[in-house]
């Protein structure tokens, strides 16, 4: 996906196109929610002890839609909750 987003944003930035790529950790969803053993996996991977809702990924979509980031392309924002630092 990134390589894809940013050839995508090489391409049609002369367009007014901007490209990002939203790269999010564990979400929180109802099935998981059912299967605790996998809950609590998951869980024990991330630095902040809970996995993302949907409404923690939502801002990061509206701001990369908005006029807010009108300079901003051919990124992959992570929003995993520390995952990948550890």
């Not at 790269?23 to 998981?32: F, R």
């Not at 807010?68 to 520390?82: H, M, N, P, Q, W």
């Given at each position: 996906?990134?390589?894809?987003?940013?050839?995508?944003?090489?391409?049609?930035?002369?367009?007014?196109?901007?490209?990002?790529?939203?790269?999010?950790?564990?979400?929180?969803?109802?099935?998981?929610?059912?299967?605790?053993?996998?809950?609590?996996?998951?869980?024990?991977?991330?630095?902040?002890d809970?996995?993302?809702?949907?409404?923690?990924?939502?801002?990061?979509?509206?701001?990369?839609?908005?006029?807010?980031?009108?300079?901003?392309?051919?990124?992959?924002?992570?929003?995993?909750?520390?995952?990948t630092?550890?």
């Open positions: 996906m990134e390589a894809f987003s940013r050839q995508l944003a090489s391409e049609w930035a002369r367009h007014g196109i901007r490209v990002n790529n939203i790269a999010p950790g564990y979400v929180e969803t109802e099935i998981l929610v059912e299967d605790e053993e996998l809950l609590n996996t998951w869980k024990s991977e991330m630095l902040m809970e996995l993302a809702r949907p409404d923690d990924i939502a801002p990061l979509a509206v701001y990369l839609s908005s006029d807010a980031s009108s300079y901003v392309t051919g990124e992959t924002v992570i929003i995993d909750g520390g995952y630092v550890r």
